[in-house]
């Protein structure tokens, strides 16, 4: 269903990236997987994680702020971006592996540096519990999972998703992009209204009559189980890589997914956790504080020893 508009942007409320970015493409184990890069060339990139219904372009507002002598590739996950999409549904667990596949080409005689948002966090954090040996350091932004299901919430996800199948989830169209920056601005009010327009203009694509999301539609569809915490921590707690957890402030996703104290039970499951709340920030916190956010992970790097 199109969206109509509301406020439209002045032309000073436009974005302009400070650093040029280069897309490349390599074919993975379904598909073409598009890369985005930043900075000089390296064997061993630091490697940028999008979340759910984002893509990597998005990382400009972050990577403007971030040293230029870093070398940086952000990847779009199938489905999203410029990435091929799948011919089927997508699960969660399939990140993990696209991930191991894609540090084996981009990375493949070093450890991986990863800096990581939301479900692009989620991933990197169980990655790195499954093979500790291969990540040097993570920065993880909102990435705690999902808060935990009790067994009798189950048969009601499982319904969700076979009503799901019956009727797929239709591509996000909207009017103009106009109309879409005052709804990611109306979901997202912390967001300059500079950023909100780069961040639909990246987001989508042309069509006729309007604008639609670049994102695979299917991936708007729930799956029908759900790791439970139990078993999330289970990964978490065979991290030995120093871990940057950065929430925002004014975000509750970090309370909503791990309940009471999440910082003390946290800091008891990784073997190295620095944490750091990002002031007048939500979810969307390398979209709305990028220097703040830049700034956090540039003092967590200095405090390392060098790699790669």
Request: net charge negative.
């Amino acid at each position: 269903m199109a969206v109509t508009g509301e406020a439209v942007p002045a032309a000073a409320e436009i974005y302009v990236p400070r650093r040029t970015a280069r897309r490349t493409e390599v074919v993975g184990r379904e598909g073409r997987i598009a890369l985005t890069h930043w900075g000089p060339a390296h064997d061993s990139p630091i490697v940028l994680l999008h979340g759910w219904m984002d893509c990597a372009a998005a990382w400009q507002l972050l990577v403007d702020w971030l040293p230029e002598d870093w070398p940086l590739v952000a990847i779009d996950w199938p489905g999203y971006g410029h990435s091929a999409w799948h011919e089927r549904h997508y699960w969660f667990p399939e990140h993990l592996a696209e991930l191991d596949w894609l540090l084996d080409e981009v990375s493949p005689r070093h450890a991986a540096r990863l800096i990581a948002h939301s479900m692009g966090g989620g991933v990197a954090s169980m990655y790195a519990g499954i093979r500790p040996e291969r990540v040097a350091w993570i920065v993880n932004m909102e990435g705690f999972g999902m808060p935990a299901l009790k067994p009798g919430d189950l048969p009601a996800l499982a319904a969700g998703w076979l009503d799901a199948l019956r009727a797929p989830p239709q591509a996000r169209r909207y009017d103009s992009l106009d109309a879409l920056v005052a709804t990611v601005r109306r979901a997202n009010p912390r967001l300059t209204p500079a950023a909100a327009r780069y961040l639909a203009t990246v987001w989508t694509r042309e069509t006729e009559g309007g604008l639609e999301m670049r994102a695979d539609p299917r991936q708007q569809l729930r799956a029908p189980i759900r790791y439970a915490r139990a078993e999330v921590e289970a990964f978490w707690a065979r991290v030995r890589a120093p871990l940057l957890l950065l929430h925002g402030a004014d975000s509750d996703h970090l309370q909503r997914a791990l309940g009471e104290a999440p910082l003390a039970r946290l800091a008891q499951l990784f073997a190295d956790l620095r944490a750091e709340a990002i002031p007048d920030a939500g979810h969307l916190l390398p979209y709305e504080q990028p220097q703040r956010v830049a700034e956090a992970i540039v003092r967590f790097v200095a405090t390392l020893p060098a790699t790669g």
